[in-house]
């Protein structure tokens, strides 16, 4: 077993991350399993200190049933009155409301409306694994903050998985595949939100895709206005929110397991040298107690379809991806660590792809390369890294949304607003330009978490 299996159990997993577990390649699962029992009793972690992020309410359960149809199988439900919605919403956090930038409206002081409309994901576009769960996200986040139910319905069809690309027109059908309809079920089996409202109860409600090819508030409060000033009952099906995710990107702070701890821990690595003089408090870093501890830092440089169909505008240069790929493991080298680099990607499918891989291995150090490996663990391996450098892509940035308390490495900024939906929560730090070139304050967020001094005010 190699560096890159060490199982970050330990590492204040986010709890929707455990959701993925239970379904997960057979040689993690054991340790998974240990880790959601530990969050749900005592909410301690073993070793590193750090603990788990306390779990959405509900019991795990460990036999993953097969019945992945029916959202009422669903095992984190979180059935609230309206009432106990109205007074758990993120909106009544008044220390959050002033910290973060919300969408708001009176109609949700509104006892009818918190009484009678709800939201669910709309599932209509089959679209890749990342697009979607960022989607479904944000949706149950609205709710959170506004107090509206919210009605869980699983994964329908994810695109991407193995030789398919997108299903936007064609059907969902993986019969001629078994490997990749497996691939579809524990994908489906591994991402669950909870529930305040019960199917049953939306029974008979008007049922409402939010048709907005882009969910702008303003156009959504239209539709609720309608439903209030009709008095009719309404799940509105929302799938399309990347304007609302663009405009609030806050929006995920409402939802406890994707904010970043305070203060956030350090970032604890073997150290390579105990006499290392390069820096004063690499003694700190000695906080693992046991073997195979390096840390993780990870790269998704995402090619596949982007490159064969050539969005060029969204693909970022082999050099960029070493130059940044440099800037952050000098830190790693001066502050001792020990680390493995991870390089997830796409099969590659030209000569100039292949000769890619050979210029990634050759210029960043320590680098394991993962062309083509099995999606969901590729994600999971993203979604655990200590340090992710991401891509122009959902799939990258689904990872980072799901691990707030590791280093995540956005696109530098002319890259994001090429991007429909592209949004940069503000944890996330990024280069200056396509070169790859970090600012010395970009480089000390991560020099602050591996324990060394700042470098930008001298
Ligand atoms: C919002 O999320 C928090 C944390 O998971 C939960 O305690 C609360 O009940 C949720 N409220 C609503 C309205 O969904
Ligand atoms: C990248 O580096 C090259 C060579 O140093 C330079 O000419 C170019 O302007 C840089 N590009 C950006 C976007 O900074």
Redesign the pocket.
């Known amino acids: 077993m190699s560096l890159v299996h060490r199982l970050p159990a330990s590492r204040g997993l986010p709890a929707l991350l455990l959701l993925l577990l239970a379904a997960t390649a057979a040689h993690t699962a054991a340790a998974w399993k240990t880790a959601v029992a530990t969050d749900g009793s005592s909410s301690s972690s073993s070793s590193s200190g750090r603990q788990l992020r306390g779990f959405w309410t509900g019991k795990s359960s460990s036999g993953s049933s097969s019945s992945s149809s029916s959202s009422s199988n669903a095992r984190h439900v979180l059935s609230l009155s309206a009432q106990q919605r109205l007074e758990s919403r993120t909106w009544s956090n008044a220390a959050l409301q002033s910290k973060y930038n919300w969408p708001s409206s009176p109609y949700f002081d509104d006892p009818w409306v918190l009484d009678n409309i709800a939201v669910t994901y709309g599932h209509r576009v089959k679209d890749g694994i990342g697009s979607q769960v960022v989607r479904m996200i944000a949706v149950y986040a609205l709710a959170n903050i506004t107090g509206m139910g919210h009605l869980f319905r699983p994964l329908g069809c994810v695109g991407h998985i193995g030789g398919h690309v997108h299903y936007r027109s064609s059907s969902c059908d993986f019969s001629g595949d078994s490997d990749d309809a497996r691939l579809l079920l524990r994908a489906r089996q591994m991402i669950e939100l909870p529930s305040t409202i019960a199917e049953s109860t939306v029974e008979g409600w008007e049922q409402q895709l939010v048709r907005a090819e882009s969910f702008k508030w303003e156009k959504f409060l239209g539709e609720l206005g309608d439903a209030v000033q009709q008095q009719q009952p309404t799940l509105f099906l929302a799938e399309h929110v990347n304007s609302l995710t663009t405009t609030y990107p806050d929006l995920f702070y409402a939802l406890p397991q994707l904010r970043p701890s305070e203060p956030l821990p350090p970032l604890s690595c073997r150290s390579s040298s105990s006499s290392s003089s390069s820096s004063s408090s690499s003694a700190g870093m000695h906080s693992k107690p046991w073997m195979l501890d390096a840390l993780r830092f990870a790269i998704h440089i995402r090619r596949g379809d982007v490159v064969t169909d050539g969005w060029s505008e969204r693909i970022l240069s082999t050099q960029y991806y070493v130059n940044l790929a440099r800037a952050v493991t000098q830190v790693l080298e001066a502050a001792g660590c020990q680390y493995t680099v991870e390089v997830h990607t796409e099969t590659p499918r030209t000569p100039e792809m292949v000769e890619e891989l050979h210029t990634l291995k050759r210029g960043i150090p320590n680098a394991v390369m993962l062309p083509g490996k099995d999606l969901l663990w590729t994600w999971q391996m993203m979604a655990t890294a200590d340090i992710l450098v991401m891509s122009n892509s959902m799939f990258s940035v689904s990872a980072a949304l799901l691990n707030p308390d590791g280093i995540s490495i956005h696109v530098p900024p002319r890259q994001a607003v090429v991007r429909q939906g592209m949004f940069k929560l503000r944890h996330w730090i990024a280069p200056e330009?396509?070169?790859g070139?970090m600012a010395d304050a970009a480089t000390d967020v991560i020099r602050q978490r591996v324990g060394l001094k700042p470098q930008a005010t001298r």
Do not use: C, G
Request: proline share 0%; no cysteine.
């Open positions: 330009d396509e070169n070139t």
